[in-house]
Structures are given as C-alpha cells and as structure tokens.
C-alpha cells in the first residue's frame, strides 16, 4: 500500500511535467490549429540556456526566470521568421507541420554544437530532502522536496494561466483568434500579434518544463525531452487538443499511469513508451475528440 | 461628403477579378442596400472595404483614404463588418462574444453598454454565460449584430444577415436595424437578396450585375420600378 501510495505520488509529479509540456502544445495548437513537434526540442534548448546561467554563478530560480525570459523571446522570433511565412488559409497546414518537425531536428543537432553531448547537471531548486507523511509503525509515506516542487509549479502555472485566459483583455484576444481569426481580425484585433504572442508563452511554459525534468534528474543531455515530448503528446491527445485543463489532468493521468506500470508490469520493463503510445491509439480510435475536447455544437 | 465613398474599385481573388469598377456611397445617417444575384460581388464589395482582399481605385471613408489598410486597421477607424456566416465565436460564451466586440474601447461604458444589449435582445441576456454555437442562427445573428454594436462603429457593414433564417426572425432582424438606423442614427451597408426586405429600411439601393454597379436609385424608387424588380431582382 505504501509503495502503491509513493508510485501514485511519483506519478503525479512526473505527470506534472506532461501536464506542463502538453499545456504548451495545446496552447499553440488552439491558436494555429498546428501541432508543434518541436517543442519539446525547444524546452531542452532553454534548458541547457538555464543550466549556462547557473555556472555563470546565478541563483537556478533566477535562472529558470530569465531563461523563459529569453525563451519567450525566442518563441516569438521563431512564430515571426519560421512560422508565419508558411502559414496562411490559403496553404496546406502540413507545411508548418514539416518546419516544425525540421526545427525539432536543427534545435537537437543546434544544442549539441553549441553546448557539446557531455552530460551536465543543472541544481535542483529545492532542496532535495523528503518529507515524510502519515508516519507508522512501518515507515510512512515519502515525498520528497523536489516532487512537492513540480507540482506546485504545475499549480501556479494553471492559475496564472486561467487568470490570463479568463480574466484579461489580452486573454480574451487570444481566445477570440483561436476560435476565428478572420472574425477576431474584422473586430480590430491584431491576429498576427496574438500568434506571436501563443508561440512565445508556449516557448516560456516550456523552458519551466525543462528546467523542472533536468533539475530532478542527475544529468541532462540534448535527448532530455525526447520521451517526454511522447507522453506529453499522449496527454494532449487524451485531452482533446483543444482543453487547457484537459491537457493537465490528462498530463497527471499518464504520470500516475506509467509509474504503476513500471512499478507492477514486468512485461514491460524497458518498453515503457509503448504505454503512452497505446494511449494515444486507443484515444484517437475511440473518442477522438479526447476525454475533455469540447464536441463543438454548430448550428447554422 | 459621404461618410464612405468608393471610387472604381476593382478586384478580387488571385487572378479571378470580380469587381469591375464599383462607385458607391453611404451617406451619413443612411441605410444603402446592395442587391444582386449571387456572385455579382457583393459580399468581395465589403470584403474591399474591410481590406481583406487587394483592390484598385479610392476608397474613402469620413475623407481619409482606407485602401491597403489591414482589417484590423478599417475596424478600429469605425467600421464594424459582420461577415457571412456571421463571425461567430462558437466556442466562446455570448458574454465573451459581445466583449470582444468592444475590445478596443478605451472609455468605461463597455458595462453599461452591455447591459443595454442585453435589454435590447433578452434572449442574448438570458444566453450570456451559454456557447455561443449552441444558438439558433437567428439568435447568432442577433448577437453578431449586438456585438458589432458594441464597438460603437460609425458604419456598420452586413452580409447578407438573412442567409439561413426563418422568414419571421429575418423580418424582427431588419426591423431592429430599421429601429437602430433612425433612433440612433446608425449608418449602414446592407449587402441582401432578400430585395423587398432591405429595401423597406433602406435610403439608397444599389444593384450590382457581375463586378457592375448596373442601377441604383432612393430605395423606394427601386422598390416601385416594375422593369427593374422583374430584370434584376425576380420578384
């Protein structure tokens, strides 16, 4: 029971960085209808940015600040430069397809010749003591630090996601050209901007992601969100593509699910990726629109 | 000077020209109709106003030249266009519809703006916090036509607003722009086939014939004139 408690526990933290992974696919893919299979490749950069900072002598958490600081910069110029040029109603969505997966291959080789393929080590935030809950005569329940980290990260980044969506003008833009650029734009709303604005929070969500996978584990290299990006993807898929919070929850379903799969499936021990890829087959199989995609009710 | 003046404007998609030259105005105040069978270039009429597609020649609007502005410029000199198909934002609230709407608005009124709307169209009030897609098309084109309001425009641009409705909701929607154009002085360029409708609230008509303006007279003229109802507007 305590091991299945501490899987589950293990699971939602790693599920955490899914969840935060996915958010960031999701929150592109509402706004250009595009999936971004880059963005895993993306968040590694940044995180090796974060990792250059802290062996400049800076504190991780400032950092991780002004690595998405410079992420979120870096998205933009990216939707401006690589992105745009090949988007438009008029041309196949495949095309942004294509630039993404060639990003995904240019950022890998980018990072490995401008940082090397040596491992590094980026400290972890916190530190890494456990905290032990529900004590007995038996041991209790261990979390530690670390864990209890990414899934308070996970937490303020939904709320502060939420506000902006819901609660700002800017939110409100950025919902309005995702569901109808066309219209958003005969509205006064600059589309173009908005797009920017989608790729750079994403670029941002991600470099937190990064920073948050590599600060737990005891090294890092360019293949950093390489699985990761899988199970991210089988969240989002699970989600819906289009539901923030869908992506999530669904992001914390597959952390808990493949930890106890590790943990009690020995059949599939070093195959661990066929989980996530099962998922995302049976989801798009079964109910393609994902647990908490909206079936769009259209009347005309 | 007419609040929008257009002056032999040509254009259309790529290398499909569809307007061959249009010369049109909307005075301040007034309702101007557009009618025409389909594909005469009605709705690539508004759409060269609201700068989505390229064109040719001059288009003014309150004297200040509009063309090779973007649509989001045209939108926030004033000039509020509620297109085909209405522009709803399906998956959003009607509340958050009708805000974007007013997205731009610097002053403090969008509240009170709101909650006049919401009195002026009770089933939008009664709607607000429901999907916009899940609306009848009669009760999406009021809230396009709400929301296009709440941006204050000088000049409100429709698309043919009767496309899909039942003939009674199509008759409440005119008479509410009928009542929006003489109460609040609205101006408006109503782009129809349904003739006798729009004629009804209309000051000035225009009957375009393939990229042409073909006739154009007062409205009740265009209405009363036998050989052009029969010629052009079969009925």
């Known amino acids: ?120 080590r980026l400290p972890s935030p916190v530190p890494n003591r456990r905290l032990t809950i529900l004590e007995s005569s038996n041991g209790g329940i261990n979390i530690t630090y670390p864990t209890l980290m990414l899934i308070a990260v996970l ?95 669904c992001g914390i379903f597959v952390g808990v699910a493949n930890s106890l799969t590790v943990q009690y499936v020995n059949a599939l021990d070093g195959i661990e990726l066929v989980m996530p890829l099962a998922l995302i087959l049976i989801v798009l199989v079964v109910m393609p629109n994902g647990l908490f995609g909206k079936r769009t009710v259209e009347r005309v | 000077m007419s609040l929008l003046e257009m002056e032999s404007v040509a254009g259309g998609y790529g290398q499909v020209q569809v307007l061959h030259g249009i010369d049109l105005a909307v005075e301040q105040g007034h309702v101007a109709v557009v009618l025409g069978a389909n594909g005469a270039g009605k709705t690539t009429t508004l759409r060269a106003i609201s700068g989505m597609i390229h064109v040719q020649g001059d288009i003014r609007f309150n004297g200040t030249s509009i063309v090779g502005r973007s649509p989001e410029a045209v939108s926030r000199m004033g000039i509020a266009h509620v297109p085909q198909g209405r522009g709803t934002f399906t998956d959003l609230s009607v509340d958050d519809n009708m805000r974007i709407g007013a997205i731009n608005r610097k002053d403090g009124e969008v509240e009170s703006d709101l909650a006049t709307w919401y009195d002026l169209f009770p089933r939008l009030g009664d709607r607000r916090r429901q999907q916009a897609g899940s609306m009848s098309g009669g009760e999406q084109q009021m809230l396009a036509l709400a929301r296009a309001m709440m941006a204050r ?54 009957v375009l014939e393939t990229g042409r303006i073909a006739v154009q007279n007062e409205a009740v003229k265009l209405q009363d004139d036998e050989a052009v109802r029969k010629a052009y507007l079969g009925f």
């Not at chain 1, 250059?52 to 958490?61: D, E, Q, S």
């Not at chain 1, 993404?100 to 990072?111: E, K």
């Not at chain 1, 390489?226 to 969240?235: H, N």
């Open chain 1, 1 to 120: 029971m305590q091991l299945f408690v501490e899987q589950v526990i293990n699971g939602i933290a790693n599920g955490a960085i899914y969840g935060a992974l996915a958010l960031a696919l999701v929150l592109i893919f509402r706004s250009t209808g595009v999936l971004n299979f880059a963005q895993g490749e993306m968040a590694m950069f940044s995180t090796f940015i974060t990792w250059k900072l802290t062996t400049g002598g800076l504190p991780v958490w400032g950092a991780i600040l002004i690595s998405m600081g410079i992420a979120f910069i870096a998205g933009a110029a990216i939707e401006r430069t690589l992105i745009r040029p090949f988007e438009g109603s008029n041309r196949s969505p495949l095309n942004v397809v294509i630039v993404s997966l060639g990003m995904f291959l240019a950022i890998n080789s980018l990072a490995q010749l401008v940082f090397g393929t040596d491992p590094q």
């Open chain 1, 155 to 249: 937490i303020v980044e939904c709320i502060a996601l939420w506000w902006l969506l819901q609660r700002t003008k800017l939110g409100l833009k950025l919902r309005a050209v995702a569901a109808d650029a066309d219209s958003a734009r005969l509205h006064g709303i600059k589309a173009g901007s908005m797009l920017m604005f989608g790729w750079a929070l994403s670029a941002a969500i991600g470099a937190l992601a990064g920073a948050m996978v590599a600060s737990s584990r005891v090294g890092f290299d360019a293949s950093l969100m390489q699985t990761i990006i899988v199970y991210a993807f089988a969240a989002a898929a699970l989600g819906g593509f289009d539901s923030l919070w869908g992506a999530v929850l």
């Open chain 2, 153 to 206: 425009p000088q000049l409100l641009l429709l698309d043919e607003p009767s496309l899909g409705l039942a003939p009674l909701v199509t008759r409440e929607l005119f008479a509410r722009l009928g009542e929006l154009n003489r109460e609040q002085g609205l101006s408006v360029l109503v782009v129809e086939q349904n003739a006798s409708l729009a004629l009804s609230i209309g000051h000035w008509a225009y």
